[in-house]
């Protein structure tokens, strides 16, 4: 497989921020601006994040980068409450 931090193009890997520490990929979700929120940029930047995993990977973690890191039915694209209830980012 190829090696996630460079097959995003310089768009989308500005949207995401990856960390690799053994077998565990650490994924930022980096729209801190707009609480995170998914649009198609970042939908393709995470599709092209998986679709690229280093080998050896053998978890990934995904957050939200920045003082509020979620932002449930704050999007730019589509509707983000259709996927997300806030109470899973209440507590976060």
């Given at each position: 497989m190829g090696n996630a931090a460079t097959a995003a193009t310089a768009g989308q890997s500005a949207l995401l921020k990856l960390e690799i520490s053994g077998a565990v990929l650490t994924v930022g979700l980096n729209r801190p601006a707009k609480r995170n929120a998914l649009n198609d940029g970042?939908?393709?930047?995470?599709?092209?994040?998986?679709?690229?995993?280093?080998?050896?990977?053998?978890?990934v973690?995904?957050?939200?980068?920045?003082?509020r890191r979620?932002?449930?039915?704050y999007s730019t694209g589509f509707n983000t409450a259709a996927c997300l209830s806030s109470r899973h980012c209440g507590a976060l």
């Open positions: 970042i939908m393709l930047a995470i599709q092209d994040c998986f679709s690229n995993l280093p080998e050896g990977i053998g978890a973690v995904i957050h939200g980068i920045g003082e979620c932002g449930t039915g």
